[in-house]
């Protein structure tokens, strides 16, 4: 039988791609053998030991990233969830499967899952809330999605030469690096999801600053 388990990295932060990752298998022993469990749970010496023995392991795998811009002209007509689902949907359907687990982002885990369900011509698609902890194919996806995600990250620490945070909103190293930005340039950097509250207000501040300087 062929399951496929499919989750995300990055849906929350104001800085960075979201990254939905997708592990298609036969049988989970081996995943159950190699110890995954949701990635949030893993060191990152863990999780990059675990993403080359999930990539050996499994029949396919595969990763669909989505960078903040295109995060933002997307949620201009749909929401979060949608765009996630979407996501979800071009993971899930490279190959031919029996059952699919997806890791729900709705509160209503049918509607989601009958959603999805519907997009991919009737497939069975079975989403549950902390799927990463309930299915080793939705955690092995976990991982792969966010190892994926970290990768694009030190991509961008390369880019802006210098410290970027992990990308969320609590994180005061990415908070400085994008007030900072804001300040020097007038606008948020490159890779920021303008969309979200918390950039809109740091943009906002830096106006009124600018208005009262003149």
Known sequence: MMMCGVD?????????????GAVYIEDDSALREIGVKDSKKLTPSARDRMFDQIAEAASMWCTVPLSAEE???QMKSQSLNMIELGLFVEAVGKIPTDVIYADCPDVDTDRFGNIMSVRLEGRKVVAAHKADALYPVV???SIM???????????LRKEFDCEI??????????VQFIEKWIKDNGCAPPHTRKSWEPVKKMISARRMTSLDDW
């Open 165 to 174: 945070g992990s990308g969320y909103p609590s994180d005061t190293v990415t």
């Open 8 to 20: 995300e990295a990055g849906r929350g932060p104001m800085f960075g791609p979201l990254v939905v």
């Open 145 to 155: 999605a966010k190892v994926t995600r970290d990768r694009m990250l030190d991509d």
């Open 139 to 141: 955690s092995a996806a």
């Open 71 to 73: 995060i933002d002209a």
